[in-house]
């Protein structure tokens, strides 16, 4: 999706937000009293993915290729050098 540009992970950002989350651990219990996750879905596993999709790294170049592949119905275009 990103056309071979920069995406990377951050282990050490990954680590801090799930030992320092609390507030987003709290949201999503009461989200779970709510019923607002689909059935079969755990506040802990929602709250690790959230934590994963908050440690993933790119420059702008690559946050503009996703966000237009994203854009074009998940097709790469390559259109600029």
Do not use: W
Not at 9 to 38: I, W
Not at 46 to 71: G, H, M, P, Q, W
């Amino acid at each position: 999706m990103s056309g071979g540009e920069y995406v990377d992970f951050n282990d050490a950002v990954y680590m801090s937000e799930k030992q320092t989350g609390h507030r987003n651990a709290a949201l999503a219990h009461y989200m779970m009293e709510k019923r607002c996750f689909p059935r079969g879905v755990q506040a802990h596993d929602a709250l690790d993915f959230y934590f994963r999709l908050c440690s993933i790294e790119v420059n702008a170049k690559s946050a503009a290729v996703l966000a237009a592949t994203l854009a074009n119905a998940g097709f790469f275009l390559y259109c600029c050098g």
